[in-house]
């Protein structure tokens, strides 16, 4: 079954250079030139992955963003320009699993996109089947994270992270380790989609996720999950 994207993006012609770029690639792609024509097509057709523009002209790409994760877990990429490293990381913290800086290459995207759909289809690894760490319990196999005995909603790299971190406790992991082993591939020394992913774990996680105490900074290397 071929893989049904959504784009959101109001320049037209870089709509249609995407669209037809992407085609080629062999998606099924639906595509929208404002927020709320987004959203409507992401109930309409429930795609594999939505990109997603941070400048649209009706509402925000970041409330589209929130509003996309408040209700599912599917991939998002945003894509905001190459200077905009505010947006790039809202866009981040918002819920955004990748992102791509303009102008868009579309090679480079179908490689970024093929990347993050093989990754969000992988089973998450059977064993260890449960471990636990202050009041949080992660059940690799069963994709499940509880905090205090409830169920904590994480997004797939949330939780692909969370995992990552935890099979190796109180050791220390660069955020080069992580990229390539959460996202797949790297970004040449570009940590701020692990620390942008670390924030928003930590707020879930954390019981003061300004003081962490579970998943800690190694200033100037990268994070470890702390495990007594």
């Known amino acids: 079954m071929l893989a049904r994207l959504l784009l959101i993006e109001d320049e037209a012609e870089i709509r249609t250079m995407l669209k037809l770029s992407l085609e ?19 109930h309409e057709h429930q795609p594999d992955l939505v990109l997603l523009d941070l400048r649209l002209p009706d509402i925000r790409g970041l409330d589209v963003c929130r ?13 905001t320009a190459q200077t905009d490293t ?30 993050l759909l093989r990754r969000v ?5 059977a064993a260890p ?13 069963e994709a499940v994270v509880l905090r205090r005995g ?7 790299t949330e939780f692909r992270l969370l995992c990552e971190l935890a099979a190796q406790p109180n050791i220390v992991l660069s955020r080069d380790q992580l990229l390539e082993k959460v996202w797949g591939y790297d970004y040449l020394g570009d ?14 996680v954390e019981e003061d996720p300004q003081r962490p105490r579970l998943i800690v900074t190694v200033r100037g290397i990268g994070y470890k999950l702390i495990k007594t």
Do not use: C
């Open 67 to 79: 509003e996309l994760r408040r209700e599912s877990i599917v991939p998002i990429i945003v894509v």
């Open 129 to 141: 089947s449960t471990s636990a760490f202050g009041n949080i319990e992660l059940r690799e196999a």
């Open 24 to 42: 080629d690639e062999g998606y099924v792609v639906h595509e929208a030139a404002d927020g709320r024509s987004g959203l409507a097509l992401f």
């Open 86 to 115: 505010h947006d790039l990381v809202a866009g981040l913290e918002a819920g955004a699993d990748d992102y791509v800086t303009k102008p868009v290459v579309p090679k480079a995207l179908a490689a970024r996109i093929r990347a």
């Open 191 to 204: 940590s701020r989609l692990v620390d942008a992913h670390v924030h928003r774990l930590r707020n879930k």
């Open 150 to 156: 409830q169920p904590l909603e994480l997004t797939k």
């Open 121 to 125: 289809g992988m089973q998450e690894p």
